[in-house]
T-cell receptor
Framework: DGGITQSPKYLFRKEGQNVTLSCEQN?????MYWYRQDPGQGLRLIYY???????QKGDIAEGYSVSREKKESFPLTVTSAQKNPTAFYLC???????????FGPGTRLTVL | SQQGEEDPQALSIQEGENATMNCSYK?????LQWYRQNSGRGLVHLIL?????REKHSGRLRVTLDTSKKSSSLLITASRAADTASYFC?????????????FGEGTQLTVNP
């Protein structure tokens, strides 16, 4: 099966802890993206990467970090510096310059 | 601020009726896309319309684009309960492709059986 997987589906974090959300794709796409979605809201871009070993900040990068060591993987770390991390996190990928993005099923992060 | 803004924010209709959602954007675009999101799930790409196209069809979906008004509409004909979802428009920046998309706030569509 080709697609994007995100894990875990649900994640609970205590205040002050860093957590890492996994995103893997086997579509051979160059570009990958992380979005945050709050209830009833649209998507806001956190970070994106157009090529291995390179990534750019999106609109709300503060308190988050990413790495892109492999083409198929783009993990997102939510650090303790992110003051309001409870949200639904979506990962996406895109092939070349098609502009069409393919999304994973999402990870719901809750801070206890 | 969001590039795309959908209107209405929420829409409730009966099965069999048509649903129309609108999207307005601010800057020039190469294309405009519509995505669907079922509750608690990822987004699914529905249709892409290029800036030199005025109308596009895909099954029960019809998308129009008016670049002079910087607006697009998504029409779902003969709606079904399974069409209940949030619908988002998204646009890439005109000066580049293969990069980021900007999503609107979405329209929540409820189709009552």
């Amino acid at each position: 099966d080709g697609g994007i997987t995100q894990s875990p589906k649900y994640l609970f974090r205590k205040e002050g802890q860093n957590v890492t959300l996994s995103c893997e794709q086997n579509l051979n796409h160059d570009a990958m993206y992380w979005y945050r979605q709050d209830p009833g809201q649209g998507l806001r871009l956190i970070y994106y990467s157009q090529i291995v070993n390179d990534f750019q900040k999106g609109d709300i990068a503060e308190g988050y970090s990413v790495s892109r060591e492999k083409k198929e993987s783009f993990p997102l770390t939510v650090t303790s510096a992110q003051k309001n991390p409870t949200a639904f996190y979506l990962c996406a990928s895109m092939r070349g310059s098609t502009d069409t993005q393919y999304f994973g099923p999402g990870t719901r992060l809750t801070v206890l | 601020s969001q590039q795309g803004e959908e209107d209405p924010q929420a829409l409730s209709i009966q099965e069999g009726e048509n649903a129309t959602m609108n999207c307005s954007y601010k800057t020039s675009i190469n294309n405009l896309q519509w995505y669907r999101q079922n509750s608690g799930r990822g987004l699914v790409h529905l249709i892409l319309i290029r800036s030199n196209e005025r109308e596009k069809h895909s099954g029960r979906l019809r998308v129009t684009l008016d670049t002079s008004k910087k607006s697009s509409s998504l029409l779902i004909t003969a709606s079904r309960a399974a069409d209940t979802a949030s619908y988002f428009c998204a646009t890439p920046p005109q000066e580049t492709s293969g990069s980021r998309l900007t999503f609107g706030e979405g329209t929540q569509l409820t189709v009552n059986p």
